[in-house]
């Protein structure tokens, strides 16, 4: 196998949770450290790809040789990869994307009332991988899907419902993996086939599924 497999390929990903404001110091996020969107990051360089990286607030360093992106909400993050994705080969979502944001953002800060209640209406983000796998000319796209419950069965839906070439999925409801650890088990699943990626480190990980798409991107380009 070449030792670059990648090289000449330009390849954008997603990483880290988005914050979607109520006003102007709250916001709701999720538990994404960004940790495998990075790992992915680095193990594409290394494998000789051109790498852009979008990621939402992380408290992580850029990895070498790759050109990074910070983005704070959903449609912050959708408006980037929609920018640059036209020139890309290969699109991989490993960001927790929020898929509701509150409906109206508060100018002032809310102020605690009488009620014991406060309800918060919220309308649907763009769905950024389902977008990007829609487009003319589409690049290869590489889907995530975190699942607490029936991983298979959500993930394949995931896969044809979203036109995803690709989708890696973990269950997050497993102690020590997934969300804000440094270990994870992805099952990759494609159309024609599946794979078993088992617990490691995220930079092991990473690199076991990035040679796994380089060689599915390869088999069709
Ligand atoms: O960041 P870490 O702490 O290292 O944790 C890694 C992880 C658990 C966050 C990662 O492995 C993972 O599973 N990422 C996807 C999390 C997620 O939001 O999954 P989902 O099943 O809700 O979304 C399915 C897919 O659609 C994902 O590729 C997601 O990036 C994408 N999506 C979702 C909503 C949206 N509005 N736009 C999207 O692109």
Redesign the pocket.
């Known amino acids: 196998p070449k030792m670059q497999p990648l090289a000449g390929i330009k390849l954008m990903l997603?990483?880290?949770?988005t914050r979607e404001p109520l006003d102007p110091v709250r916001f709701l996020s999720?538990?994404?450290?960004?940790?495998?969107?990075?790992?992915l990051a680095a193990a594409a360089a290394a494998l000789g790809a051109e790498v852009t990286l979008v990621s939402g607030p992380?408290a992580l360093a850029t990895p070498a040789g790759v050109t990074r992106i910070d983005v704070e909400s959903?449609r912050q993050?959708?408006q980037a990869v929609m920018r640059h994705i036209g020139s890309q080969h290969i699109f991989v979502?490993?960001?927790?994307?929020?898929?509701y944001a509150p409906r109206t953002v508060a100018e002032q800060k809310i102020k605690k009332t009488d009620s014991d209640t406060l309800v918060i209406e919220l309308t649907k983000?763009?769905?950024?991988?389902?977008?990007?796998a829609a487009l003319p000319g589409k690049p290869f796209t590489?889907?995530?899907?975190?699942?607490t419950r029936d991983v298979e069965k959500?993930a394949r839906d995931?896969l044809s419902r979203?036109g995803l070439d690709m989708?890696?999925?973990?269950d997050?409801s497993l102690a020590g993996q997934?969300?804000?650890?440094d270990d994870?088990a992805?099952t990759v699943f494609w159309p024609a086939g599946r794979a078993e990626l088992p617990l490691a480190g995220?930079t092991e990980l990473a690199r076991h599924l990035m040679t796994l798409i380089a060689e599915k991107y390869n088999e069709t380009h």
């Not at 590489?142 to 699942?147: D, K, L, N, R, S």
């Open positions: 997603t990483a880290g949770p999720n538990h994404s450290s960004g940790k495998m969107g990075f790992a992380v959903a993050m959708h979502a490993c960001a927790a994307v929020a898929d983000n763009p769905d950024i991988v389902a977008e990007v590489v889907g995530f899907a975190a699942e959500y995931k979203k989708i890696a999925a973990n997050v997934g969300f804000n650890s994870n992805l995220k």
